[in-house]
Every structure is written in structure tokens, then in C-alpha cells.
Nanobody, 114 residues
Framework: QVQLVESGGGLVQPGGSLRLSCAAS????????MGWYRQAPGKQRELVASITSAHFTNYVDSVKGRFSISRDNVKNTVYLQMNSLKPEDTAVYYCNNFQLNWGWGQGTQVTVSS
């Protein structure tokens, strides 16, 4: 069973930055497309960003130009650099395999508030 451990969330003021990390306990991590997802209170979970094995990236329109996804295949870790944060970015953030559902970790809470 794959274990996904997210970290790096917190409380930040609008305009601030956070860097999220997600460590995956899986063999051959490098071959998988990974995604960062978020779920705000009362809303469905949504895909925020994805990164392929070749490091091609894709973003939901609402975070383009502000968020950046990256990966370290040696550390089996995927990152989400979040800049210019807005209150509407407040959510629990999760990572997962983009194509296969490995199950959800505990997530990391991001709260953007003054």
C-alpha cells in the first residue's frame, strides 16, 4: 500500500507564500504523473497541478502564474510552491498519483487569512 505524507501547510496572510511537500512510499516513483489536489470546506476536491515523469506541468487556471509544482525523484517527493496566496486558496491540500488512486493521505491545511 502506498503511503502519501503531505506537509508544509499553515496560516499565511494574503500575498504570502508556502511550500508544500509530499513524500510517497512507492517504488519507481519517477515513472508516475503526480498531482496536487485541494478540498475547501463544502466543496469537492479539485486538481490544482500535475507533473509528469518528464517534468511537464499543468495547472488549473485559478493558480497559473502563482503556483509551481516540481518533483525530486531521488527523494520520492513532489512539491507545490505557492506564491501570492489568496483567501480562496484556503483548503486541505493532498497529493496523489494523477492516473491511479493510491488513496488519500491526511493532507495539509493551508489557511490564507489576515
Amino acid at each position: 500500500q502506498v503511503q502519501l505524507v503531505e506537509s508544509g501547510g499553515g496560516l499565511v496572510q494574503p500575498g504570502g507564500s508556502l511550500r508544500l511537500s509530499c513524500a510517497a512510499s512507492v517504488r519507481l516513483f519517477s515513472i508516475y504523473t503526480m498531482g496536487w489536489y485541494r478540498q475547501a470546506p463544502g466543496k469537492q476536491r479539485e486538481l490544482v497541478a500535475s507533473i509528469t515523469s518528464a517534468h511537464f506541468t499543468n495547472y488549473v487556471d485559478s493558480v497559473k502564474g502563482r503556483f509551481s509544482i516540481s518533483r525530486d525523484n531521488v527523494k520520492n517527493t513532489v512539491y507545490l510552491q505557492m506564491n501570492s496566496l489568496k483567501p480562496e486558496d484556503t483548503a486541505v491540500y493532498y497529493c496523489n498519483n494523477f492516473q491511479l488512486n493510491w488513496g488519500w493521505g491526511q493532507g495539509t491545511q493551508v489557511t490564507v487569512s489576515s
